[in-house]
């Protein structure tokens, strides 16, 4: 009897396979102007999918979108070379672009589609372009933390007062693009310095940070280096909206390193720089209807000019952002040798 | 005189035979296709910039760290699982069939999952015991399932000679039952190590800096793929000598197993006295700790929520995916597997040995390894698979062979050769032989070991999110997108249905280890 209960197992699973296969056939999205884009996605699919499909209802134009990590889809790009099917990279971060555009896959786009975003959010080699931005702040908790003490600059959190009170999530692309940016604005020397005395600090590492602002709401660690948005994020989650959290965000000094902006963007693959769908992709993602989504949705800052800034955060214009380049980011790998140096990663 | 008859008969039963042994070389490329994506790629990379990568403190520090971690996980699953195993198939516990079934349900439950649960529920989770604790309680059944089956079958009557002579029952454990469940043990507890060396989910999540952890991060870190893959060589090189070590359990052990599966007496429980309830609580409270945990988690996290997954719909086609992909992996695997395992057990020697631990060389690397070199294989080599469900179903057997290979090298144990040759001594053909004693012999082992697979395959990652085909969703990737959004209410239901679906084969594994059976017995 279980002899018999075993075969089947082995006989359904065989059949299995065999279905598998014969579902697996797929068409080719990569010709141009066929109403049909492949999308590679670093960007999370619960975030951008609902954008996405207003856009094929829109111009019924379908989009194939695989979604990973911007990390993973970045040495996924790199890997496939130039038989990599996707036509369109949409980016966590500039560095992600950076580094697929440094493989020489990446064509160079349209002066009108530049031209939409201010210069400082865009490549220099006209090659991705950015789509919304997010601003680093300090998350803290009003309980444990009261208002007036708060640093100005991130370099105050070396301080003895900060011992062991500071969470960051150092294999964050947000937290490398900041310390890119410590290195840029301050000198090698300076950079290593300030990130050493971090880590003796007793600095708390996290995985990601949503791990640190809900820790942070919770009141479990005062403070914690992350992007504006993911206060957002766990506000919807519990159903309610940021401002009922315990957590608040604070904006450091005017350009001071700790208030860099970074963006998400996008990229467009060589073989499909003159693919007229593609062309609408980008016009729609810089178009008012698109940023104002993105400011009401993924609480990002809009880069396009009109599109109001999410309701809890000051408007970028008011934002003062240190002089970094983006493009420099691409330049990640002082930085890393910086973090791995100084021990804030395995 | 009888030195040349014995040699003679060695050497004849070491040569296999060709068809077997060219198909058992083909399966285990498949396997060792990701090492030759590394040698290629760490080559690209230049000695210095290798010898740069690997000459450090920081990867001695790294390589003692996982080690260190292995060793502990493996050691107390050992105890766990035999202990487990012990008490469900050799007493009178209360309710051993139950216990029976939680004690393989752990391998359902991801390490993702399991130390999210962990690190939500209890204040300051993290670090070395920590992701020790959440690796134990989901891979005990790697040993307690091997361990049980074989309690299940072993001749009681060894027990009894010994009892006879005088032994008491703890001795009698130690002299008689344990030398025979060496293999099983050293099988299972080999599957741990190499399975905790892999491990991404519970020790990132829990920051223990181990070298798979550390082979992620350089992927995360400025994209670094180069220096990742250099990194991963060295899990190559642990997984060697984890195999030598295995190797050596082995030599020491001998044959212990009655020919054939018939006429043996079942094994009298052992009386637990007034150590029974204590016994059951034991259980009890291991099972509170590796399924309660991540259950009450999850519905708290979905009560808290208000996120929701998609409609039915998706989430229906979603475990539809996982289902069919986890199938075809699991078909594909336990196929590449048979005449590794065949070969073992029929012309055992130093080629089938060979091959059969080279198909384990590559199982410590990170699905993301594995998920790129099946990416590279797939542009360069079978494009017209790229991007396809028959690319991704290679992955999981390049991933997960050798858990299919132990299963058929158990099985195929089993069913002795001397049993074919009887059958062919009364006038069957080898292929009828085969057909009619031995397929039905192995026939439940290889389909435990495709329970297995299927199992494994359901929660993998990395390599899924690699190799899928635009636009499939599996519940694994449903699940790992809802979280990294904080969208948790929305994840609970495919974590609950990625349980809830691993739970069958779960079940029938332990129903396999022989725990469930022998209604007849109390």
Redesign the interface.
Known sequence: MRQFRARSVVAVALCAAVLTGAAACGGDASEPNNQKILLYSGRNEALVKPLFEKFTEKTGIELEVRYGTTAQMAAQLAEEGDRTPAEVFLSQDAGGLGAVNKKGVLATLPAEVLSKVPEAYRAKDGNWVGVTARSRVLVYNPGLVKAEELPRSVFDLTAPRWKGKVAIAPTNGSFQAFVTGVRVQHGEEKAKEYFAALKANDVQIRENNIAIVEEVDAGKVPVGLVNHYYLGEIARERGTSPDKLNARLHFFAAGDSGAMVNVSGIGVLRRSADDPDVRRLLDYLLGSEAQTWFAANTYEYPLVGGAPAPAYVPPLADLKVPPIDLNDLETLEASIELIKSTGLTP | MSAAPAWRRSVRRWAPHPVLLVMAGLAVLIALLPLGYLLLRAGEAGADRIAAELLTA?VGR?AARSLALAAVVTVACSVLGVATAFLVTRTDLPARRVFAVLAALPLAVPTYIAAFAWMSSV??FAGFWASALVLILCCYPYTFLPVAATLQRADPAQEDVARSLGHDPWRTFRSVTLPQLRPAIAGGALLVALYVLSDFGAV??L?T??FT??VF?A???????TGALVLSTVLVVLTTVLLAGESLTRRRGARYAAVGSGARRPPVPARLGRWRRPAALLLAGVSALALGVPALNLTRRLI????RPGSAGEIAEAAANS???S??G???T?LLALPIGLLAARAPGPPARGIERLSYLTHALPG?VIG?SL??FG??VA?PL?????LL?LAYAALFLPLAVAAVSAATAHAPPVLDDVARSLGRSPLSAFATVTV?LI??G???G??LV?LTCMKEL?AT??LR???MDTLA?ELW??T???????AAPYAALLVALSAIPAW?LA??SGAL?HEGDR
């Open positions: 920081r790294l204040d300051g990132a999540l920051r800096d181990t952890r550390a991060t992927f995360e870190l400025g994209f670094d793929r808290a929520g208000v996120s289902l069919t992909v199938a075809a699991a078909a594909l336990m993301v790129l990416v590279f542009v360069h494009y790229y991007q396809t469900r028959w179903t039905p026939t439940p290889i389909a435990a495709a329970a299927f990395p999110l690699l085909p635009t636009g990737t997108t809802h990294s959004v904080a969208a948790y209410a929305a029938f129903a396999r059976g």
